[in-house]
């Protein structure tokens, strides 16, 4: 296996006037300068190539420069480049009718487009507060969703996104998400973990501290992204629409890293038989044009003319992306995300039984995780271990990024084969080989 030349000349010189250049605020992960990409494939300004099993973190579905997304980018743009909100145009409502028609609820959909994660779930915070004239919410331990400053009072992942940043919207309650791995909450005999969870929010939130009545929305990822990758128990979200139903509080899944197919259904929540009230979405929407949606029920998108809007929704060349791309997705990488995702994880597992630092595989579809430990017995976060691995793949030839305290992601493009799985992991176990050795693990 070839070790590559990382940063190369070329990568070395547009680093260092990048950082002159650019906001010191990005999470860089490693030095990799895109050049350009085709399908899972990708190179560098040296002409390096890598496999590439990140797509953007979750966005580029249909793989790098997909020709029938292109082509949809190229003949919008030949048309009109924008129009702004306060007009119509078909493509918008074109989008509008298929997120309708996929959306993960029976009832109609009513959608407000933006052109991020972030702004869909401004908009979903927003909305829930306006239906319900309730000023409360409920949000998970772990959580990541966006950075502007409502959408950031929500995210729990890491406290560098709150630090310099008081006062953060005020009424957001954090409970822990249903790590099953990791379980902080004490389990009642035959109680599922996430009903236990579920119940932790009843008797100690709703009775001692924010009455049930007062909350407007519990907002969840149904896999957690950012925060680890984490998959709830089975008996987790049947529990919590039926806390929500109680109380009269709205479920907004936040599936912008999740969804449009990722996990193997159009929607990850799907997985567990439950309808939200409002879906954030973003990222794999529209392969890489910026475009945020945010989906609820009709009878819940209700507020009126000016309530909320801007100048860039329903962006003819981002509608014309994302139209493409759930065309894509809906004829081959929905099949191909289910098939490829359990060989993925079919594969992993395989590896992790030879691995000492690999203590965990999960994930559903193309959206899969493993998380680094020091023991697999102890569970102590492998965090350096997992970066060396991070960093040892990208200079064998592997996009692949870390996310939570110690794990990979897979979040490969939608169109990922078996033989590019094979490939992908082959760099990855000597990837752990490698930095396992050099932790003194095996
Ligand atoms: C689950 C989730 N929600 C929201 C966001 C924010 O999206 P954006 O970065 O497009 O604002 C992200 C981004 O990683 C995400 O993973």
New binding site residues.
Partial sequence: MNKLNVPGPKAQAILERDQKAISSSYPRAYPFVMDHGKGVEVWDVDGNRFLDMMAG??VISTGHAHPRVVKAVQDAAEKFMHISSDFYHEGWVNLSEKLDQIAPFKEPAKVFLG???????EAAIKLAKYKTQRQNFIAFTG??????MG?VSF?ASKSTYHHGFYPLMPGVTHVPYPNEYRPVLARRAGEDYGETCVRFIEEEVFARNVPGEDVAGIII?PI???GGYLVPPDGFFPALRALCDKYGILLIV?????GVGRTGKWWAVEHWGVEPDIV?S??GIASGI?L?ACIARESVMTWPKGAHGNTYGGNPIACAASLATLKLVEERYLANAVEVGQYLIDALEEIQARHPSMGAVRGKGLMVGVEFVKDKNTKEPGDEIRNAVERNAFEHGLLALGCGKSTIRFAPPLCIERKDVDEGLEIFEAAVAMSEKSHGLK
């Fill in positions: 973190i979750a052109n991020s994660g972030t702004e869909a779930v959580a990541f969703h966006g950075r502007t959408a995210t990822e957690q992204g950012e936040d599936e912008v890293q999740s954030a973003a990222k910026p945020g």
